[in-house]
């Protein structure tokens, strides 16, 4: 979250909105946000319903969930996706910038 933080002036000059969706409840989502001085939106999600649309990976071995990247146009179509298998595969924001820039081409 820390990278994504660092870099949302550039995610905001490329016409992006960054959204994270939490598996918790809206207060911890709430107290967590205000804490990092996130300045992107925080979806609670406890029930998963977002993450279960999208499909993001659940692996028992892993303790829960593993981290989805998704890049999802106006128009709802997912431009980029990315499963990670672990926390350490997460692209870093220059990888996305790019797809951000390639998708751009593709309008």
């Known amino acids: 979250m820390a990278q994504l933080r660092r870099d949302y002036k550039k995610f905001v000059k490329k016409d992006t909105e960054i959204v994270s969706i939490a598996p918790e409840d809206l207060e911890t989502v709430r107290r967590y946000w205000g804490k990092e001085r996130l300045p992107f939106v925080g979806l609670a999600d406890p029930e998963h ?5 999208y499909g993001q990976p659940v692996r028992l071995i892993k ?33 996305i910038l790019k797809e951000l820039s390639q998708a751009e081409l593709l309008e």
């Open 49 to 53: 319903k977002v993450a279960n649309r």
């Open 63 to 95: 303790l829960g969930r593993l981290p989805l990247q998704l890049i999802i146009d106006q128009t709802g179509t997912v431009r980029y996706r990315h499963d990670a298998n672990s926390m350490s595969d997460i692209p870093n924001n220059a990888a």
